[in-house]
Structures are given as structure tokens and as C-alpha cells.
């Protein structure tokens, strides 16, 4: 088995950069607070810039499909930068898991391609219709939506990310043939996306209800369950990235407040105690950027170690984030409590990617399970 590359390449560094730009002109921490105040679910201006402008929707989508023909590795760089950003965008959802979902159907079916096809350019957003807390494994998440016998879907759908604003849905559902992967229209009627109230305004949730809802199958039996299973897999493999990038932000503006801020004559970061913490703090972080990367280089490769992979990835990059994000409110001291200062936002979404896609809890007996261990029990 070849040993995993956890450097980032040229064109890596390249694609962060780019990104990075982007994101510090368009999307700035009172832009990202005005935009979690208002009644739209993402920034439309910052996801066409993102997604399509600069193509990284289509990161994961084969060239002849319109996409990009990257892989896990490119898709980690970007993540990391939109949770130093916290960015009130659909990338997760859309860019990954749809994407992700549907490269598991039949790609040579007109309709999925298309489909993946409008995800990759950027001008529709998909998303994947079941809860966010669903955790990989070998078992598929249970469908609470049917299949008629006139082949509309019925039923309901609670926590779904990224369903506010999305065009496409992809449904699994069960019904007289078996589990399957569905697409539906969110404009057409029988299709109900009801906002829920959301810890993370940047990311929010939604209840999806179906009442004879028309749509069209692009996965049956098998092939639904095996793609569901992968983009849950990489969907939490990947969400490790994103940790990593809310935690390097909340260490990195720790250190230059404390460099800053002064108390008794001098700097409160030459403290020895703030000293200590931030510093075990960095070494956490370390150790974070490790096994992301190892997680989304083992996706990329098709490493058979992937999903013991992410689930490490997500032991601890969980629980790292909200570390590093507690920490940036505490050492704020009384302004990082307040509203106008953005460290609020950086602790709701590590708190709310912690139950994403599995607890660090759930990922623990995931792990267990993948190398014959005992199932921790707390």
C-alpha cells in the first residue's frame, strides 16, 4: 500500500490562493454577519463566484461531464478555506455530497448527466435529502420517504442542509420495487422546503416534505444504497477539512488579540499561562491537518483504508475545532462574546459540524468496528 502524501502540491497551494482572495474581497466577517441576519440561505453572489466562476463545483465531476476532473485532495484545500471563512455557502452540500451521490448512478443515463452537468458549471444546487447528523457506515440511512405506485414521493425529511435555496433534491425513498435514489424539483408542486431554527445561520436546515411529488428514479436496489453510502463517507472525510479551517482561523486571530491586547504593561499573549494553552492548542492543530489530509487523500485515491481514514478524521477534528473555537471566545475575554465580533459564528459552526455526518461518539464505534476493537462505551 503506497504511504499517503499529506503535503500540499503547487497547484494546491495555487487553488487556496484563488480561493482565499476570493473570499477575504467578497466575504468578510460583517458581510457574513449581515448574510446569517437575512432571509437568504446562502450568499447567491459569493456561490456564483465560488462554484461557477471559478469552477470549483465541478471539482469532483469528470471532465466529459463538465466538471473538472479533480479529486478529494483539491475539494479539502477549498474547505479549509471556507471554514476560516465560515461562508455562508452551499459547497458542502451541493459541491459534495449531491455531486458525490449522483457520480454513484448510472453517469451514462442522459438524465444524470445533465443533472451533474448543471452541479458541476454552478447553475443548480443540489442536495441530498437526509438528516446532516446521518453518519456513514455500512448500514444506509433509513428512508422516511415512499415511492408511490403512480411514482410520486410522499413523506418527510427533517434537518436536511443546504435544501433552502437548492433546485434539485436527491431523495431516497423506499417503495414497491425496493430503495432508490430519486431526483425531485424543488419548484415543482408536492415540494415543500419549511425553514428549521438552525445553532449555524450560515448553514441552515430545513424540513423537507413531499405530498405526491413528481420525480424521477436515477438510482434502484444497490446502486442507490452503495451511493448514498460513499457520499455520506465523503461527505465526512471532507467536513474534517473544513474543522481544520475554522480551527486555524480561531488559533491564528487568538494569537494576534493576545499579541495585541494589554494588560499590567504588557501583551496578554507573553502570559505564560495563554502561552501554554495556545500552544497546546497549535500542537492539536498539528495533528488535525494530518489526519485531514490523510482523510482526503485516502478518498482521492480509493485507498481501502478510507473509511478508517475518516472515521479518525472525524474523532478528532471534531472536537479540535471546538476546542480552538471555545478558546477564541474565552481569550477574547468580554468581546467575544458579543454579536458584532465574528468568534460566535466559528463556535456555532465547529458545534454544529461536531454532529454533522456523526459524532466523534459515533465515528469512535465506527472506528472500533473497521479494526476489530471493542465499541468504546462512553
Keep these: 500500500m503506497s504511504t499517503p502524501d499529506l503535503l500540499y502540491t503547487e497547484a494546491e497551494d495555487d487553488l487556496r490562493a484563488a480561493v482565499r482572495a476570493l473570499l477575504t474581497d467578497r466575504c468578510p466577517a460583517p458581510a457574513v454577519l449581515a448574510q446569517a441576519e437575512s432571509d437568504q440561505p446562502y450568499d447567491p453572489a459569493v456561490w456564483r463566484a465560488l462554484g461557477a466562476e471559478m469552477g470549483t463545483a ?4 469528470p471532465d466529459k461531464l463538465g466538471g473538472q476532473g479533480a479529486t478529494a485532495r483539491e475539494v479539502a484545500v477549498v474547505l479549509e478555506e471556507l471554514g476560516r471563512a465560515v461562508a455562508p455557502v452551499p459547497y458542502l452540500t451541493s459541491a459534495v455530497l449531491a455531486v458525490t451521490a449522483l457520480l454513484g448512478c448510472d453517469t451514462d443515463d442522459e438524465a444524470v448527466a445533465r443533472l451533474l452537468r448543471g452541479l458541476a458549471e ?7 435529502a437526509l438528516p446532516l447528523a446521518g453518519a456513514p ?3 444506509t440511512p433509513p428512508a422516511t420517504v415512499r415511492i408511490g405506485g403512480d411514482g410520486t414521493l410522499s413523506g418527510e425529511v427533517r434537518g436536511v442542509a443546504g435544501a433552502l435555496g437548492a433546485e434539485v433534491l436527491l431523495i431516497p425513498a423506499e417503495g414497491p420495487d425496493g430503495y432508490g435514489l430519486y431526483a425531485a424539483h424543488t ?8 425553514p428549521l431554527t438552525s445553532l449555524d445561520l450560515t448553514r441552515p436546515l430545513a424540513t ?3 405530498d405526491g411529488a413528481p420525480t424521477r428514479r436515477v438510482a434502484g436496489a444497490d446502486r442507490a444504497r452503495a451511493a448514498v453510502r460513499r457520499a455520506l463517507l465523503t461527505g465526512a472525510g471532507l467536513l474534517a477539512s473544513e474543522q481544520l479551517g475554522v480551527a486555524e482561523w480561531c488559533l491564528t ?3 494576534r488579540h493576545t499579541g495585541e491586547r494589554h494588560q499590567f504593561g504588557r501583551p496578554i499573549g507573553s502570559f505564560q ?11 492539536e492543530l498539528v495533528s488535525a491537518r494530518a ?16 473509511p478508517v481514514a475518516v472515521a479518525i478524521a472525524q474523532t478528532y477534528c471534531a472536537e479540535v475545532a471546538v476546542h480552538a473555537a471555545e478558546e477564541c471566545v474565552q481569550l477574547h475575554g468580554g468581546i467575544g462574546m458579543t454579536w458584532e465580533h465574528p468568534a460566535h459564528l466559528y463556535l456555532k459552526r465547529a458545534k454544529s459540524d461536531e454532529i454533522a455526518l456523526g459524532t466523534p461518539g459515533r465515528h469512535r464505534q465506527l472506528l472500533a468496528g473497521l479494526v476489530e476493537l471493542p465499541a468504546p462505551t462512553g
Design 58 to 61: 465541478g471539482l469532483l465531476v
Design 137 to 139: 457506515g455500512e448500514d
Design 253 to 255: 486571530e487568538t494569537v
Design 291 to 306: 489526519t485531514a489530509r490523510y482523510a482526503a487523500d485516502a478518498l482521492a485515491t480509493d485507498n481501502p483504508d478510507a
Design 208 to 210: 423537507v416534505t413531499l
Design 273 to 283: 499561562a495563554l502561552k501554554h494553552r495556545m500552544a497546546a492548542l497549535w500542537l
Design 187 to 194: 419548484t415543482e408542486p408536492g415540494v415543500t422546503v419549511a
Design 122 to 128: 454552478g447553475r443548480t444546487t443540489g442536495a441530498l
